[in-house]
Structures are given as structure tokens and as C-alpha cells.
């Protein structure tokens, strides 16, 4: 899916040939055994996995996920997406990615620990602040990169800051960090909600998935003064046409780490969630939601994309085909947790820390004019607005890559 995509935007770009492979291809891809000894005695070998797509603007920086379904390839094609997101929104970064095969909600605490651990400990050789930086992602939140960094630190002796982002504000993290992501989904949904012309007051918003991207986007939304009626996890979903009581949701989750047995919204499935009538439709999920089986029955405004790839190639065709959806692509519209990462690794960087009101408005800066460079590529090219941002970012990163050469 990724490599159809990029073969698309090269296309529109006429990339030289020369360029293409050297553009698309990763520059390293890792796989390593992690062994853990479980509470139990049992010794347990898990399969990590980190794919540095590209150097040439900077360090590669990423997310780790810790997940049952983590291969080689998916990890591959999140990295992809993350070298054209960075330069999309102009960061000094190359993508990368990093994952382990394993359901973190089946470990201890102290098991967690030791698998986090041991593989910051395999990476040590291909990780640094200026060669790849760790952040969370599915399934792994700030304590993990706490431990990381405490690993890395004690391999070198003192304390490092920036070789991850996520981390707890106490030991450098950003104030901000933990809700960019999902604040970042709901900032642009609300700019093009005006340009659609569509009042946040009156606005309706389903979210598929309710992780770290999809609660704090529906606290978000609610911010803005949107009414969020359908909400989801890997319990099933939920909808109450009158709005759902985030904070209660939230409470309900942190005390059963799951929406199971919620009883203040109509339980329904998965599917009937993606297809309720709405201003704003929300994956903030896995990958592939939206298909060829269901694109033409969601009945949304405006998808907006905060997993990364929820869209398939089938459905983002039939999609284009429809003038009554607007798509906000993910490489911009998931982009605010990579940025605010960034923000966090300068202020690592110069031991110099600011407020969230200064990082919110930072972010905000930057997806406006991400928004608007996206949105003047689409009218020059005429194409798809996800064409638009992809053409944006691919551009970029082969074009430092000619203005660099080719090192013999």
C-alpha cells in the first residue's frame, strides 16, 4: 500500500529514475531477538523490529509499538509514511519506525520493563539523538520511553535527554507531548470544518478508537465545541445521538482498561460505527478500516485520518470519486505527535523548556502552513489532497537527497 503510493506521487512528480529506488527503499532495517525472563521463570524470546528509512535530512525518528500483529513489513511501510510526513511539515528528520510482536497487556509491570529494556539495549549500536529517536505508539506510552532512556543513559554514562520524545515532563519531556496528537486531529478538522461552512457547535464526531490519538482527540473536540456521538476500542464500539460523556468514558477505561461493560451508550459494532451519519469521521485505530467494502457507505463530511493508513488504496479511489467527503490525509493529519516530538528533542537539546500554551502555539504555526502548502499543491497539480501532501514530502526528501549526490 505504501509503495503504491509512493510509485503514484513519483509518477505526478516524474522522478527521475536516477532517484526513485535511493528515495523509496530504506537505508537499514533491524530485526533482534529480545529474551525476557517472566515472573513465572519462563525465559521468552520476543521478535523486535526498527526500520530507518532515510538520513539525509537528519536523525530518522518514529514511533515504537509494541503489538501481536508488529511484522517486518508493516513496520517497513510506517516508516515510509514518516519520512514523507516529516518533510511534509517540514522537520529535519527521516522516518522511522519500530515495533515488537508481543500484547503488552498479557505482561506484569516488571515484565513490560525488562522486554523495554532489553530492547533499547539491542538498538543501542544503531540509535543516538542525532541517528534515531524513539517516541510511543501503539501500545507503549511515557514510561516506556522512560525506561529506554534510563537504558541508553546508563550504556553511556550520563543522562540523555533527546534520545527519545514522549517521555514524563520530570525527565525532559514537553509540556503538550502526550495530547499532541490527537489535539493536532482535531485542530485541522475543525479548520476545514470552516471551510466546509460547518458550525463546531452543530458539529457531529465518531472516533474508531479510543487509545492515547482517540481520547484525547474527543477531549479535544469537546473543546471546540463538538458534539462526539460514537466512540470505540477493541471491546466494540458505542453511540449515544445525543453526545457521550468523554470524562465518564475516560474513567470507565483507566479503571477496566477498556470500554467493556460501558452502560451509558448503545453498544454497537465496529462496522456500524464506521458507517453513522456524521460531520467528522475519526480511525484513530490500525490500518486499513476504511476498504473497498465499506468507503462508499460512510456518511461523514470529513475523514480525518489519525491512524496512520487507515485508508486503503481501493477505497481511497472509490473515495475520490465522492464530492460530499473531504479526506484530510494522515501524513497531515496525524502530524501534531511528530511535531510536538520535535519541539520536545530541541528543547532536549538546549536544556530549555517552554510552556504548553507556547508548544500548542508552536504547533498550531506549523499545521497552518502544512494545511496551506498542501492545499496550493493540490490546486497547481490537480490532483487528490492526499497526492497533494505526498507529492509534497517525497519532493522534499529527493530533492535533499540530489542536492546532496550520491557518495561513491
Not at 21 to 44: F, H, I, T, W, Y
Not at 122 to 131: A, Q, R, S
Not at 242 to 266: F, M, R, S, V, Y
Request: hydrophobic share 40%.
Amino acid at each position: 500500500m505504501a509503495c503504491k503510493q509512493f510509485d503514484r506521487a513519483a509518477n505526478i512528480l516524474q522522478m527521475d529514475t536516477k532517484l526513485r529506488q535511493r528515495v523509496k527503499l530504506p537505508k537499514r532495517c533491524m530485526a533482534v531477538s529480545c529474551p525476557v525472563q517472566l515472573d513465572n521463570g519462563e525465559v521468552v524470546i520476543y521478535e523486535g523490529f526498527r526500520v530507518q528509512h532515510h538520513l539525509t535530512m537528519g536523525p530518522t525518528k518514529g514511533g515504537l509499538r509494541f503489538h501481536p500483529k508488529v511484522d517486518l513489513g508493516e513496520v517497513a511501510a510506517l516508516a515510509m509514511w514518516m519520512s514523507w510526513k516529516c518533510a511534509l511539515v517540514g522537520l529535519p528528520y527521516g522516518g522511522a519506525k519500530g515495533g515488537i510482536s508481543v500484547d503488552p497487556q498479557k505482561l506484569s509491570l516488571s515484565e513490560l520493563e525488562h522486554l523495554s529494556r532489553r530492547y533499547m539495549q539491542e538498538m543501542i549500536p544503531f540509535v543516538g539523538p542525532n541517528t534515531d529517536v524513539m517516541a510511543p505508539d501503539m501500545g507503549t506510552n511515557e514510561q516506556v520511553m522512560a525506561w529506554m532512556m534510563d537504558t541508553y543513559s546508563n550504556h553511556i554514562g550520563s543522562s540523555v535527554h533527546a534520545i527519545v520524545t514522549g517521555k514524563p515532563v520530570g525527565i525532559g519531556g514537553s509540556q503538550g507531548r502526550r495530547e499532541a496528537t490527537g489535539h493536532g486531529v482535531a485542530y485541522l478538522t475543525k479548520s476545514y470544518m470552516k471551510d466546509l461552512g460547518i458550525k463546531p457547535s452543530e458539529a457531529t464526531v465518531v472516533i474508531q478508537g479510543f487509545g492515547n490519538v482517540g481520547s484525547e482527540a474527543a477531549i479535544a473536540f469537546n473543546n471546540f465545541g463538538m458534539k462526539v456521538i460514537g466512540i470505540s476500542d477493541v471491546s466494540g464500539a458505542y453511540y449515544n445521538k445525543n453526545g457521550i460523556d468523554i470524562k465518564a468514558a475516560l474513567q470507565h477505561t483507566a479503571k477496566n482498561l477498556t470500554l467493556e461493560g460501558w452502560k451509558e451508550a448503545e453498544s454497537i459494532t465496529n462496522a456500524e460505527l464506521l458507517e453513522l451519519k456524521c460531520d467528522a469521521l475519526v480511525p484513530a485505530a490500525l490500518e486499513q478500516v476504511i476498504n473497498k467494502e465499506n468507503a462508499a457507505k460512510i456518511q461523514c463530511r470529513i475523514l480525518a485520518e489519525a491512524a496512520n493508513g487507515p485508508t486503503t488504496n481501493s477505497a481511497d479511489t472509490t473515495l475520490s470519486k465522492r464530492d460530499d467527503v473531504t479526506t484530510i490525509p494522515d501524513i497531515l493529519c496525524n502530524s501534531g505527535g511528530v511535531i510536538v516530538s520535535y519541539f520536545e528533542w530541541v528543547q532536549d537539546l538546549q536544556s530549555t523548556f517552554w510552556t504548553r500554551e507556547e508548544v500548542i502555539q508552536k504547533l498550531y504555526k506549523v499545521l497552518d502552513r502544512a494545511k496551506q502548502q498542501t492545499e496550493e499543491q493540490k490546486t497547481k497539480l490537480k490532483v487528490s489532497r492526499r497526492e497533494a501532501a505526498l507529492t509534497l514530502g517525497i519532493h522534499r526528501v529527493a530533492e535533499a537527497k540530489r542536492i546532496r549526490g550520491l557518495f561513491p
